[in-house]
């Protein structure tokens, strides 16, 4: 009933940019707070970031002046930028989303999840 596509991840090299995106589709009345989640290998998952309906953001410290979320209601789809780049963020980023169906249930939802690789 609900898909959250992610898109943008890559390889890249120490220093540089990524910009990830995941849109939301399907049987959708309102998305709450969205976010950014990452799992390096051997490693828990992790929030990276986090944005309400209102853009209210918090982010992990290891992220904070290098990344930036944001949010297009409309689109119904958040965005990471990530600059600076280091080989510590290379792991798979997972979309998240708190979202209210058509029908009134209301739950959370991951995305497949996107690689981001840097290295040089």
């Known amino acids: 009933q609900v898909q959250l596509a992610e898109s943008g991840g890559g390889l890249v090299q120490p220093g540089g940019s990524l910009r990830l995106s995941c849109a939301a589709s399907?049987?959708?009345?309102?998305?709450?707070?969205m976010g950014w989640y990452r799992q390096a290998p051997g490693k828990q998952r992790e929030l990276v970031a986090s944005?309400?309906?209102?853009?209210?953001?918090n982010y992990a410290d290891s992220v904070m002046g290098r990344f930036t979320i944001s949010r297009d209601n409309g689109k119904k789809t958040v965005f990471l930028q990530m600059n600076s780049l280091r080989p510590e963020d290379t792991a798979v980023y997972y979309c998240?989303?708190?979202?209210?169906?058509?029908?009134?249930?209301?739950?959370?939802?991951w995305g497949q999840g996107t690689q981001v690789t840097v290295s040089s």
């Open positions: 998240n989303a708190d979202i209210t169906l058509r029908d009134g249930r209301r739950s959370d939802y």
């Open positions: 399907g049987s959708i009345l309102s998305l709450s707070a």
């Open positions: 944005i309400t309906r209102d853009s209210r953001t």
